[in-house]
């Protein structure tokens, strides 16, 4: 057995029974697309979830899941586009790699369990899935059995650190700007402790070839290419301060737009687009800056516990 399969808490306790039920139990029932397995951990009629959104300032947190039908309808959903995902790897050792839940508080009957992940997963198409994030579960005693009465999860990497800590970016107290403006900050203050650039991306497959004849096809490739070489580097698109955008017709414009607010997490970075010629099939390439977060950090990309 992998050391990070082996839980760390007595056997017989509290912790180590909720250990089982938020690593285990979740991340086996995660792989095999069986809700039922976990169902009954959670505590129906009380639960709901917040998603922080990647944000510092709870201001902008939101209700993510308001009960556990819209969560369990969100989890299978990932876990299926999981399944049906060509991985290069043992996923289920990566995921057991990348969480972290050493630290749990029980009081009574009451918990609070700090779950982080740190670590990544290999795609078969050569792209990298960061699986860095943190999440705080709430759970309660009922009838003797230890259950989830909700959570607040994709909390940034400052949540976990010094209180005075303040995003590597944001936007500056008044800044405004015009009505038709597009997903984009008009400017964005940031503390570059290390920069991470990458070239010009766009829909071009391993092989060379290109892939996408529509501008949203081609723009979700690009994208996914842009979220590989960041990946890299220990990014994600939260950390993304400044992108340049490429179209060989500019009137695909609001189209690209419905793809890349999708994908871009807020504060969106500032942006600059260009009308131009590009490579034979290409419709548009993508450059981006960014910010590399504290060693440690952790973002989600998901509903599901475990990725």
Not at 67 to 79: K, N, P, V
Not at 114 to 143: E, M, N, Q
Not at 215 to 224: C, F, H, M, R, W
Request: glycine residues 6%.
């Amino acid at each position: 057995m992998r050391t990070s399969e082996i839980n760390p808490f007595d056997h017989g306790s509290d912790r180590h029974t909720l250990w089982e039920m938020l690593v285990r139990r979740d991340i086996d029932a995660f792989l095999a697309v069986d809700w039922a397995a976990v169902e009954a951990d959670f505590a129906a009629e009380a639960f709901f979830a917040v998603d922080a959104r990647f944000q510092g300032n709870p201001d902008q947190w939101t209700l993510g899941f308001p009960d556990l039908d819209s969560y369990r309808d969100c989890w299978l959903a990932q876990a299926r586009e999981f399944a049906a995902t060509e991985w290069a790897e043992d996923v289920r050792a990566a995921l057991f790699d990348a969480t972290d839940l050493t630290r749990i508080e029980v009081r009574g009957e009451v918990a609070l369990l700090h779950k982080k992940f740190d670590g990544s997963l290999k795609r078969a198409d050569g792209g990298v899935v960061p699986l860095r994030w943190i999440t705080l579960y709430h759970c309660r005693k009922t009838g003797g059995r230890w259950r989830i009465t909700g959570f607040t999860g994709f909390l940034p990497p400052a949540m976990h650190q010094d209180a005075s800590h303040t995003p590597a970016k944001r936007i500056p107290q008044g800044a405004s700007q015009h009505v038709s403006a597009g997903p984009y900050s008009p400017v964005l203050e940031v503390d570059a402790a290390k920069l991470v650039v990458i070239c010009g991306q766009a829909a071009i497959l391993r092989d060379g070839s290109v892939k996408g004849d529509t501008i949203e096809e081609q723009a979700e490739v690009t994208l996914d290419n842009c979220e590989t070489q960041l990946a890299r580097a220990g990014c994600t698109f939260a950390d993304v301060f400044k992108v340049n955008v490429y179209l060989t017709n500019l009137e695909d414009w609001p189209r690209f737009n419905t793809v890349y607010a999708r994908r871009m997490p807020e504060p969106r970075p500032v942006r600059t687009a260009v009308g131009t010629r590009l490579l034979p099939g290409l419709i548009v390439e993508i450059e981006m800056w960014a910010v590399q977060p504290v060693a440690g950090a952790s973002r989600p990309e998901s509903c599901q516990n475990t990725a």
